[in-house]
Each structure stands twice: as C-alpha cells, then as structure tokens.
C-alpha cells in the first residue's frame, strides 16, 4: 500500500491556440515562466512526493530551467502527440523509471494552469477516491448547443449539474494506465484523465475548485492569469 502522491504535468503542447513565438508554458508572467509558477503548486504543497514534467522531444527552453530542480525531486519524460500521449509517456516513467506502486496516487495538472490555489489540492486529495476525483467549477452561464458547423443556436443545454473540468485530475496510477492505454486503443478521444476512467464505466467525483484556476489558452487569458497570480 502506497501513500506516496506524485503529479504529472503535461508541458508538451505547442500553444496553437495563444498565437505566440513560444509555446505558451514558457510565456513569463511576474518574473517566471507559466511553467514554473504550475510546478511550484506542487513543490510548494506538504503532500506532494514528487513531479514529472512532460515535455516535447522538440522543447528548447526546458534545459534552461531544469537546473533548478536539481535534488527537487522533479523528474523530465518526453510527451506525444495529443495530451493523452504524454500523460501516458508521464504515467509510465512513474512506472518503469521510478518504480512506484500501482496504488500511488496520482494527479495530473495542466502545465497551462498555474493558478491553482493550495487549498483546492489539499481539498481534492481529500477525495482520495478509488476511481478518482477531479477539480471542476460549476458552470454559470446559460449554455447553447450550435448547430454542427453552424453559428446557430440549435437549443440550450439543460444547465444543472454540468461543469467545467479542471485539473489536477488524480487517480491510482495502476488504473489511470489502464484506462487511457484502453482508451486510446478504442480510438477514444481523450481530452482529459476522467474521460478514460469513464470509458471504463467509472465515475471519478467532482471536487469544486475556483474558477480562477484557469487554463491559459487563448491570448487574453494571460492578462487575467497574471492579474490571479498577482501578490
Ligand atoms: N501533445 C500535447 C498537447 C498538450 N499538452 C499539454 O496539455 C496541457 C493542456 O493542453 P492545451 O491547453 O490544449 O495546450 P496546447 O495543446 O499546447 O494548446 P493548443 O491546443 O492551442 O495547441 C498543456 O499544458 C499542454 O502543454 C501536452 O503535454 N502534450
Ligand atoms: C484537461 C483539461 O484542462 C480539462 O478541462 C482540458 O480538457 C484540456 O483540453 P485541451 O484542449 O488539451 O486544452
């Protein structure tokens, strides 16, 4: 029985959508780069075992930073092509390279968000749910469904008991492996952890986080991060 709890988080993506030089973990907000102010929720927090950054075969900047970490306990693996795949890469360094037991906890958190507030980990490690627990905000305004390729609404979404996802997403490592190994090979689109443990019929709980935990996705959304990270 393990009680080790250990994060992955998924930096491998090219930042399309942030029309920026860089990918978008690397933008600097406040002196530091988005990247560092997410690995730092982490290091910062009492329960946290370790962290393994996923990054891109291609990545230039993480070199530059790793130094930092030394003697950290924050491990680097090699991402893949979709999110999926280097959570997957993530997963099974934890595995294979560090040898952690298949009951360790888990979570999985955005490199692009790094505004998560201390106690909505403590809140959600709480959970500790066997078939996981994700952080996820209620949503708020009234939602429309599009006609397919159109800018017209169809009808609107019944509002009650839908939420955003957030991350940190945790899991056992044994069964989140399985999940998204399974998952994948049923050409299942994955865009976050909880959709593999429902493709296996699982129901992880929905933790309620803040709002203010937001994925920097789109240009606008670094102003407001930087305006969350502010002291
Ligand atoms: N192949 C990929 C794609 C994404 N990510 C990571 O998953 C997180 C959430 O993904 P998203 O916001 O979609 O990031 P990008 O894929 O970089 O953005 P875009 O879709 O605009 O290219 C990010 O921290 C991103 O670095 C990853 O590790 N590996
Ligand atoms: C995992 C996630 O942040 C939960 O909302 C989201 O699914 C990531 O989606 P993306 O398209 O990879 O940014």
Redesign the pocket.
């Known amino acids: 029985m393990s009680n080790e709890v250990w994060c992955i988080i998924p930096a491998a993506?090219v930042g399309k959508r942030m029309q920026t030089a860089i990918p978008k973990q690397y933008l600097r907000l406040h002196g530091q780069t988005v990247l560092e102010h997410t690995v730092a929720c982490f290091l910062q927090h009492s329960a946290i075992h370790g962290v393994v950054v996923v990054v891109s075969a291609a990545d230039e900047y993480w070199a530059e930073l790793a130094p930092k970490y030394q003697g950290q306990r924050v491990y680097q693996a090699i991402g893949g092509q979709e999110?999926a795949h280097s959570v997957l890469s993530g997963l099974k360094y934890l595995q294979q390279t560090l040898s952690l037991a298949e009951d360790t906890q888990v979570l999985?958190h955005?490199a692009?968000?790094p505004c998560l507030a201390a106690a909505d980990l403590t809140a959600l490690l709480a959970a500790k749910a066997e078939h996981g627990a994700i952080l996820a905000t209620p949503v708020r305004d009234t939602m429309k469904r599009g006609f397919k390729g159109q800018t017209v609404i169809s009808h609107t979404e019944e509002r009650a008991d839908l939420w955003?996802?957030?991350?940190p997403?945790l899991a056992p490592l044994g069964l989140l492996t399985m999940a998204i190994e399974q998952a994948l090979q049923a050409g299942i689109t994955l865009?976050?952890?909880a959709s593999a443990l429902e493709y296996l019929g699982l129901h992880p709980l929905l933790v309620e986080g803040d709002a203010r935990n937001i994925?920097i996705?789109r240009p606008a959304d670094l102003a407001l991060a930087a305006f969350f990270l502010q002291e």
């Open positions: 993506g999110r999985v955005d692009a968000r955003h996802a957030l991350t997403q865009t976050d952890e994925k996705t």
